[in-house]
């Protein structure tokens, strides 16, 4: 519930077409005091084409302790304060934990002004299951670093979606390739703006693709291979039918083991202390 105290508002902005920002975002940045903001280069375009002259401050990665205590002392004294990325929802692949945190902990309000997320734009028009996805944001830029994180990745059954650079995408394709196997997958480049493509195939297509240009997101299908977890215990009668039925106890066990794939020697244990 909001109180009296000042207001945080964590607005979305456009992706790529400035029409996309919404009268309420509008709204709140002529009324707050102050909008911080990751680029204050490319966030003065936006205000400029909507004639807004808020005051800007920068907010990034690399002075969030420092900035977060600057937009507290804000709020401390009475002044909403406007949080926004270059493009899209702060927070997400952006600064803005910290600050965030530090809010809650000192009772002040928050607000989100919705408005585009390139992952969720290039999902739904991917091609690709929509009913459960993984966003992930940007893979390491360290290649050994980043095939830990997508064998990690590797066994999701859902659509896994990942922020890249334009000089990085060859590159992560190919890891993706080597890491995940042939998967279906999309990349979707410059969404919302006068070039933009979805580009789809499987990994072993997109491998082909140089040169792409402009914001990617990069869509791949999740693990369509996933078996159902099996619990052991409920194995046990069929070890009793096949011994029933003649099979010595360490055949039979191992004939289930390599049925439903498990360990064959925590079922045999299993099975021993079942007696």
């Known amino acids: 519930m909001v109180n009296k105290n000042a207001t945080l508002f964590l607005v979305a902005t456009p992706i790529g077409n400035l029409n996309e920002v919404s009268p309420r975002a509008l709204d709140i940045f002529r009324n707050v005091e102050v909008i911080a903001c990751e680029d204050t280069r490319n966030s003065v375009k936006l205000l400029t084409h909507f004639d807004i002259h808020t005051k800007l401050i920068t907010y990034h990665n690399f ?70 996805y993984l966003f992930y944001g940007f893979l390491n830029s360290k290649s050994t670093i980043a095939k830990k994180e997508l064998q990690s990745l590797a066994d999701f059954p859902y659509t896994l979606i990942f922020y890249e650079a334009p000089h990085r995408i060859e590159k992560t394709l190919k890891l993706c390739l080597e890491v995940l196997g042939n998967r279906k997958a999309v990349v979707a480049r410059e969404l919302t703006k006068i070039h933009e493509e979805y580009i789809r195939g499987n990994l072993e297509e997109l491998v082909k693709l140089t040169d792409v240009k402009g914001e990617i997101v990069l869509l791949i299908e999740g693990n369509t291979n996933t078996k159902p977890e099996v619990n052991l215990e409920d194995l046990l009668p069929q070890i009793d039918e096949l011994v029933a039925s003649g099979h010595k106890t360490k055949s039979a066990i191992q004939e289930i083991a390599a049925k439903y794939e498990v360990s064959k020697n925590e079922l045999y244990n299993l099975y021993v202390k079942s007696k």
Request: proline share 4%; charged share 15%; aromatic share 4%.
């Open 63 to 132: 002075n969030e302790e420092n900035s977060a205590k600057g937009i507290i002392s804000l709020l401390e004294e009475g002044k909403d304060v406007a949080l926004i990325s270059d493009a899209g929802y702060p927070l997400i692949s952006d600064p803005g934990y910290v600050l965030v945190n530090e809010v809650i902990e000192r009772g002040f309000n928050i607000q989100t002004i919705s408005g585009p997320s390139a992952g969720i734009n290039a999902l739904v028009a991917s091609g690709l299951s929509t009913n459960h």
